[in-house]
């Protein structure tokens, strides 16, 4: 279990990792930028000694949602940045990073409010995550619906969902994304259309038709390319190599 050193002008602070997300996302690139935006994105938060004992997660049954604070592990930096360029601005305009939820943050802290689907013993099992493979967490709150839910708050660069894209198959990748399905016990299929609808290309690129993109959900490949700028069509899903 690994130590992440926190600093601040006046001290410096050391945290643990409480456990680690075992996702579907096993690449950074297709995880919708906001959790919930697929609800068919799942994983497993297991947790690590002595936090894997009954006493510490005791009570969340009835809990439906929880808060995760947890590491960008993958884009911790030495240093901090003041502006960053959120994707939703088109990745080409600049903003304080304190204005976003870029991951790239001072301390390489993400939060997330997930649905709990299930609890066994040291572990959790999430849906409508955002979180990449091996995600370490630091902790766990739960949600409080008449705290956590302000029904006056605005955000003027965020005011609504991103807009959803066309995503249509080719009858060959349904099948192949069907038959996955049914290895993995997983609503794949679900979980391709919702993480392709959000369109994960940077905001500034224009997909040209013959450009082949992908991605890796749980053990498959996914693949896929633009015919028009504003649709999707899957190409492929094969088992990772």
Same mark, same amino acid.
């Given at each position: ?5 926190? $600093?601040?002008?006046?001290m410096? =602070?050391? *945290? ?23 609800? +068919? ?9 002595p ?9 969340? #049954?009835?809990?439906?949602? *929880? $808060?995760l ?7 911790? #930096?030495?240093? /901090? ?24 943050? /001072? ?7 997930v ?9 959790? =099992? ?19 619906? =008449? +705290? ?14 991103? &807009?959803?894209?066309?995503?249509? $198959?080719q009858?060959q +990748? ?18 391709? #259309? ?6 994960p ?9 013959? &450009? ?11 693949? $896929? ?10 190409? #492929? ?5």
């Open positions: 279990m690994g130590n992440f050193q926190l $600093w601040s002008p006046a410096s =602070y050391s *945290v643990s990792p409480i456990g680690f997300v075992r996702s579907c996302f096993k690449e950074k690139f297709a995880i919708p930028r906001q959790p919930h935006l697929a609800p +068919a994105a799942r994983g497993v938060l297991e947790l690590v000694a936090f894997d004992q009954p006493e510490a997660i005791e009570g969340l #049954e009835h809990v439906s949602h *929880v $808060w604070l947890f590491l960008f592990h993958q884009a911790l #930096e030495d240093k /901090p940045r003041l502006k960053v360029r959120p994707p939703r601005l088109g990745g080409n305009q600049s903003m304080g990073v304190f204005a976003t939820r870029a991951t790239h943050r /001072p301390n390489g802290i993400g939060q997330s409010v649905a709990l689907d299930k609890i066994e013993p040291g572990k959790l =099992y999430l849906s409508g995550i955002d979180l990449l493979d091996g995600t370490p967490v630091l902790d766990i709150k739960p949600y409080v619906p =008449y +705290a956590d839910c302000i029904s006056s708050a605005t955000n003027s660069m965020a005011d609504a969902a991103p &807009r959803l894209i066309k995503v249509n $198959w009858p +990748a349904l099948q192949q994304a069907s038959e996955q399905a049914q290895r993995l016990q997983q609503p794949l299929v679900e979980l391709i #259309e919702q993480c392709l609808a959000q369109d290309r940077p905001a500034y690129q224009s997909p040209q038709p013959e &450009r082949r993109y992908g991605t890796r959900l749980w053990d498959v490949e996914v693949r $896929w390319h633009y015919p028009q700028p504003d649709q999707i069509c899957v190409l #492929e899903v094969v088992p990772g190599t």
